[in-house]
């Protein structure tokens, strides 16, 4: 199984493409603006590699290099390698996380409760 083979949320497993990456969006709470991240299956865990919003404001700010692409504020993160992220759902938002690699998404944390954590599959 190589490194970049899958991707565990919780009970769920999912297949990642050959370089790894996903993407996780989903609907702020509060401003009700989508907000999304894409990730890369890394030596050591998970990488933030970009991240893009519609739109600021409550706990949403945008990075210092963000750009306007087609109404998304888009910039790179200079966050550390993570070995797993917990994905909490507050119940306050219209649906939950959506997780997709490749052509396959899936929706998580749609009912407020414990958090999901996401962590690459051990090889």
Known sequence: MSLASCLMAGALTLALPPDGTFRLHWTHSVEKTEWREDWRRVQGGLRLERAAVK???????????ARLIDGWLIWTPQAATVSSLAIAASGMTASGWTLCAGETCQVIGETAGGAVILR???P
């Not at 404001?57 to 290099?65: I, K, W």
């Open 55 to 65: 739109g600021s404001g409550a706990g949403m700010e945008p990075g210092p290099d």
């Open 120 to 122: 690459p599959c051990e």
